[in-house]
T-cell receptor
Framework: DGGITQSPKYLFRKEGQNVTLSCEQN?????MYWYRQDPGQGLRLIYY???????QKGDIAEGYSVSREKKESFPLTVTSAQKNPTAFYLC????????????FGDGTRLSIL | AQSVSQHNHHVILSEAASLELGCNYS??????LFWYVQYPGQHLQLLLK??????LVKGIKGFEAEFIKSKFSFNLRKPSVQWSDTAEYFC???????????FGKGTKLSVKP
């Protein structure tokens, strides 16, 4: 079945460490997105990529970095510069054709030790 | 800045009660509108979407939403809720056909059996 796979499901980080969250999709979607979900805050866009080798900052990109070397993969690195990284991170993808909804992965919950 | 407002943070209903969740947005141009649902422990799923045409949109599981352009609203409704509808519901707006999604903060629905 086609879908979006995020790994790991749970991730723990020590202070000062960078961690990378994986997102892989086999839906042949061009566009991919990373969101952060905090209780009572909804989803906020961190980074997005409309095409391979190109990505753009979202609303809360500070302290995060991404790469898009392959169409299927859009990893997110949470750097030590992100002061409040504890959150639920959601990856999504969509076709580039207009009027297409985004599909979401199951998410990764990141906690600071 | 474009924003999406969901009026209720937490709604508690008994089974068979009717449901209406409010969603208002601030953008004045062409918009695409979505409702997503997140059941406990599951990923975000698309409930319904509006792109154009009939402003009354029917989605999965008996949900519907009405786009009222003059009120900048896209309220979600269901005539009779079930315990299995317990979830968090997110309204989202896309500016034009290619913009990014802007999410509301979500409404938690708890249905008492």
């Amino acid at each position: 079945d086609g879908g979006i796979t995020q790994s790991p499901k749970y991730l723990f980080r020590k202070e000062g460490q960078n961690v990378t969250l994986s997102c892989e999709q086999n839906l042949n979607h061009d566009a991919m997105y990373w969101y952060r979900q905090d209780p009572g805050q909804g989803l906020r866009l961190i980074y997005y990529s409309q095409i391979v080798n190109d990505f753009q900052k979202g609303d809360i990109a500070e302290g995060y970095s991404v790469s898009r070397e392959k169409k299927e993969s859009f990893p997110l690195t949470v750097t030590s510069a992100q002061k409040n990284p504890t959150a639920f991170y959601l990856c999504a993808s969509s076709p580039r054709r207009i009027n297409q909804p985004q599909h979401f992965g199951d998410g990764t919950r990141l906690s600071i030790l | 800045a474009q924003s999406v407002s969901q009026h209720n943070h937490h709604v508690i209903l008994s089974e068979a009660a009717s449901l209406e969740l409010g969603c208002n947005y601030s953008y004045g141009g062409t918009v695409n509108l979505f409702w997503y649902v997140q059941y406990p422990g599951q990923h975000l799923q698309l409930l319904l979407k509006y792109f154009s045409g009939d402003p009354l949109v029917k989605g999965i599981k008996g949900f519907e939403a009405e786009f009222i352009k003059s009120k900048f609203s896209f309220n979600l409704r269901k005539p009779s809720v079930q315990w299995s509808d317990t979830a968090e519901y997110f309204c989202a707006v896309k500016k034009g056909s290619q913009g990014n999604l802007i999410f509301g903060k979500g409404t938690k629905l708890s249905v008492k059996p």
